[in-house]
């Protein structure tokens, strides 16, 4: 059975819960693989908006849902979007919910890590969602994570609990905070324990069960490329690869298993948190592109940095994850335009790039060069079909494919999961 994993080719927010949520009815199972509560997917379904941080987007559905072990969890947010999602109507239940038992936990401790380090950085400010990502991906490498498996057996935490303590009370004390209170912690697992091993499980077992028996898997990346530890504009990134191949080392399954990856990418460029970002606009055209496209996070509320579309850098993405087919995003908000501009590479100390380079200070200097295309006056919005679309909005479209070098598979022309232009099926066999 073919497969399908969705990554975001930008900075994030590209609209992949839309395209998750659309796909999601032909899967077995949805999968997240990597990332955390820092993610925010906004499925809108008839007149229902949903927003989910932390759970598969396919819960909506009632489709069979994983949070793999590449997650980090945090185990209170995690019964508050389950409760928030239950309070609208949605049954969330072990039979169609499963975390991995070896998935880290985000503790309480994370986050204030997180605020502290983001406050005394000055310049060097990463923009993080201070929900303590970065510290508990630390802490994982750093082999002091407490997991989901953990909270069966608090009773022997000591010798992990002392690993955690031992790096972490010396980080506190440099911020001026008190140790870990270790009895208010254990209180606090013990008291939040029941819950979330009800639905913890070893995913990669289940997995593959029933992957054997022919289900079809739908991987849900979380941000984008851009943000990859490695791949992204470092040091302004998340903590996590969010690249396909993390789909298999964040569940358990093989390689093979990715499938179709379906790269998804908005017809513009947005960012949000600091960071380079060579094709922003501080005018009044990256003020219509934020107005016309509602940016604003959907888990900080933050607005959006927004500009032109960068090819190259989606090239690039593309390159890195091993995109097999791009969905393009939000097109309508093109709409209007008299002239658009694409870059299609940078100049950088007389030179030009058709790359992005590694260098943070590179990266902060690059000019972008611009082809400049006509506009389309006629809405796009809504439409279902090539004919539907203006010639001119078709020509962008087709500009934006020979740049990326990679083919669209999908068009989608507004956040209802009809208005959608299927090219090239990702689940077909
Ligand atoms: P962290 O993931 O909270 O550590 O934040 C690191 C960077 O990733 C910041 O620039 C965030 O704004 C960005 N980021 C994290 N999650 C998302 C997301 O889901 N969409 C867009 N940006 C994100």
């Not at 494919?401 to 999961?417: K, Y």
Request: charged share 25%.
């Amino acid at each position: 059975m073919a497969n399908v994993t969705v990554i975001g080719a930008q900075w994030g927010d590209e609209g992949k819960g839309k395209i998750v949520d659309w796909l999601a009815e032909r899967a077995d199972a949805v999968i997240r693989f990597q990332g955390g509560h820092n993610a925010g997917h906004t499925l809108v379904i008839g007149e229902k908006v949903f927003k989910l941080s932390l759970l598969p987007s396919g819960i909506v559905r009632g489709t069979f849902s994983v949070i793999g072990n590449g997650v980090v969890l945090d185990p209170w947010a995690l019964r508050d979007e389950v409760a928030k999602l239950r309070g609208q109507g949605v049954e969330i239940t072990p039979d169609n919910l499963a975390v991995a038992d070896n998935c880290p936990l985000i503790l309480p401790f994370h986050r204030d890590l997180d605020a502290l380090r983001e406050d005394a950085s000055g310049q060097g400010k990463i923009g993080t969602t201070r929900r303590g990502i970065g510290p508990a991906y630390e802490d994982k490498v750093g082999r002091r994570a407490i997991r989901v498996c953990d909270l069966a057996h608090l009773d022997a935490l000591d010798p992990q609990l002392d690993r955690l303590c031992a790096h972490h009370d010396a980080l506190r004390a440099g911020f001026g905070e008190p140790p870990i209170d270790r009895a208010a912690l254990l209180a606090e697992l013990a008291e939040i324990a029941p819950f979330v091993l009800e639905f913890a499980q070893p995913v990669w077992k289940r997995l593959g069960e029933i992957r054997r028996a022919g289900a079809r898997m739908l991987f849900e990346g979380a941000q984008g490329v851009l943000l990859d530890v490695d791949h992204g504009t470092y040091p302004f990134v998340t903590s996590s690869n969010t690249v396909t191949g993390t789909a298999s080392g964040g569940s358990g399954l093989g390689p093979q298993a990715s499938g179709f990856v379906l790269g998804i990418v908005k017809a513009y460029t947005t960012r949000v948190g600091s960071g380079p970002f060579p094709t922003e606009l501080q005018d009044e055209v990256g003020q219509r592109l934020g107005e016309r496209g509602h940016e604003f996070g959907t888990v900080t509320g933050r607005q959006r940095r927004c500009g032109w579309f960068d090819a190259t850098l989606v090239r690039q993405a593309c390159a890195v994850a091993g995109v097999t087919g791009i969905a393009l995003t939000k097109l309508d908000v093109l709409d209007g335009f008299a002239k658009l501009k694409i870059c299609t590479g940078y100049r950088l100390n007389g030179k030009v790039l058709d790359y992005f380079p590694a260098h943070a200070g590179d990266q902060a200097s690059v000019q972008p060069i611009y082809e400049e295309m006509d506009g389309w006056h006629e809405s796009t919005a809504g439409a279902r079909s090539w004919v539907d679309l203006p010639a001119q909005a078709i020509k962008y479209i087709k500009r934006v494919e020979e740049l990326i070098q990679c083919p669209v598979a999908l068009v989608s022309t507004s956040p209802e999961r009809e208005d959608t232009i299927l090219v090239r099926d990702p689940f077909a066999d």
